[in-house]
Structure formats: structure tokens, C-alpha cells
């Protein structure tokens, strides 16, 4: 069976009909196993002959190949099946750009589609694929644990129909990262609203800045007392992002957790509040 680089190879010297050609591996191997092209006598290179042209076409048609239509870009086993039996060596991403997600309230929707599946489990789909997006809002969820459990997090407020999204990350392919990205190009054609659900911290408020988010999930202030958050992080989190702070102030619906974070000096992730079972609560902001 010929290999990919001996399939191109010999669907060039079909298709071209040159009668010499200079060496390649491709070339040499296919003169070696197949005894196609005459070694130029006194200099490197092949000559071709008839009989070398059917003995090519034979081999590309047990392949199921038609060196007229056959096309060497790489697509998916199914593109590749229709074009020769070695299907398996399909190399195209049938999932290019992952996106997990999963109805937390009500019944939305995706594509016209109403979604609906067990607690823990999550669905998938290729951003490319979304047409359209039907919900109240969609919630971007920072941590893919988190994510996984969200039907455990004691949350009060929770609008009609909520569809969330893990904004992704560096955990094998199952999501592309910053997933806030595509959720705002969705909404240029849906009507929906876009909440944010990240770290109780500096660098969450940050980014829940950045956003522009209609809604945010956060704790009350006073219902952390006696939980030790992380001084080490918050640490880190104040000396790099001592810039970026500036713009909090632009942001009062922020002000009373950012002097409770730092008059604390503490930071607290979402799993540590949801495994002391917190309870949060929906905010509606006018960012």
C-alpha cells in the first residue's frame, strides 16, 4: 500500500506525464518496492514510461484514489474516505474550536435546539457550528471544576433561563480558552445578556471589569467569616496587578468586595467556596 508521500508522488507523475524527474525519497521508494522509473544512466533522476504509468494508476486504484479529483489537504477521516481506503491517516480537527456548555436554568437553547442533560454531565460543540442562542443570559464560568458542579453551588436569584459556559483552558481539548471571546460575537446576532461567575479576588474583579459582564455571581461579603482564604495568592495578585487595580475604581458595584478582598488580604476561589457551601447570589449590574 502506498504511503502518503509515494500517493502524491505518483499522482504528480500521472497527472504531469513528465518523462524525467529528478530524485526524491518518494521517488526512490516507489523504485525500490514497485521497480517504477528507469535509474538516468550516469546521472541521479528517473525516466518514465507507459508501462510505469499504469503500474501507478493500478496501485492508486486499489487505494480507491482518482489521481484527477484526489486532493492532498488534510480533512477528516469521513473527507478522506470518499478519496481512498486509507481514511485512518485524516488528520483534520472535526472539533476545531470546542466549546462546553450546559443549561443551568430553564430550558435554552442552541441552533433551535432545547438543551437538557444530567447534573454532572456537560455537551459540546464546535463554536463554528453555533448559529444561534437562545437564553436569557449566558453565564461564563472561569474554572472547569466549577463548571462540572454547578448544580451544587447554593445560588440565590437565578434568572429563568441561564445557559453556562466554561471560559476554557490548557486541560486537553475539550474547550478553546477564553470562551468570553466567542460568547460576545454570539450576542452581536442572539438576544441575550452575558453574566461572569470567576475567583473571589483581585485578578476576578479585574477581569470582571474588562468584561463589561450585565451579571455577576458573588458572595456576600459577610457570609465568608470563618472561612482562611489564600494571603499567599492574594500576595501575588496585589504586587502584579497593582496597574490594572486603576480601573476597579471606575466600577462601584465592585468597591465593597474590593475593600472586603483587600482589608482581608485574602483571595478565595470559586472551589473553596463551593466546597464550604457559600452561598452566592446573581447581581445585575449597569457596567
Request: hydrophobic share 35%.
Amino acid at each position: 500500500m502506498l504511503n502518503h508521500h509515494e500517493i502524491n508522488a505518483a499522482i504528480k507523475i500521472i497527472n504531469d506525464r513528465k518523462r524525467d524527474l529528478k530524485p526524491t525519497k518518494a521517488l526512490i521508494s516507489l523504485h525500490d518496492r514497485y521497480s517504477v522509473g528507469l535509474k538516468k544512466s550516469g546521472q541521479q533522476g528517473f525516466s518514465y514510461r507507459t508501462r510505469d504509468y499504469d503500474v501507478l494508476l493500478d496501485l492508486l486504484t486499489k487505494q480507491g484514489i482518482n489521481p484527477k479529483t484526489y486532493s492532498s489537504a488534510k480533512g477528516s477521516r469521513e473527507q478522506r474516505g470518499l478519496e481512498q481506503t486509507r481514511e485512518k491517516k485524516g488528520a483534520r480537527s472535526i472539533m476545531p474550536s470546542p466549546v462546553c456548555f450546559k443549561p443551568l436554568s430553564g430550558t435554552p437553547s442552541i441552533n433551535g435546539q432545547s438543551l437538557a442533560l444530567p447534573l454532572l454531565g456537560h455537551l459540546q460543540i464546535d463554536a463554528e457550528a453555533v448559529l444561534s442562542v437562545e437564553t436569557e443570559f449566558v453565564l461564563i464560568v472561569e474554572n472547569l471544576e466549577t463548571f462540572v458542579n454547578l448544580h451544587r453551588i447554593n445560588l440565590e436569584g437565578l434568572p429563568r433561563t441561564v445557559l453556562a459556559i466554561w471560559r476554557g483552558g490548557p486541560v486537553g481539548h475539550i474547550s478553546t480558552p477564553n470562551t468570553e471571546k466567542l460568547v460576545q460575537q454570539w450576542q452581536k446576532n442572539n438576544r441575550f445578556k452575558i453574566a461572569g461567575y470567576y475567583d473571589y479576588d483581585l485578578q476576578g474583579f479585574i477581569l470582571t471589569a474588562r468584561k463589561m459582564f450585565n451579571a455577576l455571581v458573588l458572595p456576600e461579603p459577610g457570609h465568608l467569616e470563618g472561612i482562611i482564604g489564600n494571603s499567599e495568592d492574594y500576595n501575588k495578585q496585589e504586587d502584579g496587578s497593582i496597574r490594572q487595580q486603576t480601573r476597579l475604581s471606575d466600577f462601584p458595584w465592585l468597591h465593597e468586595h474590593i475593600k472586603y478582598i483587600k482589608d482581608r488580604k485574602e483571595s478565595f476561589t470559586q472551589e473553596r467556596l463551593m466546597g464550604f457551601n457559600r452561598k452566592l447570589f446573581w447581581r445585575n449590574v449597569n457596567a
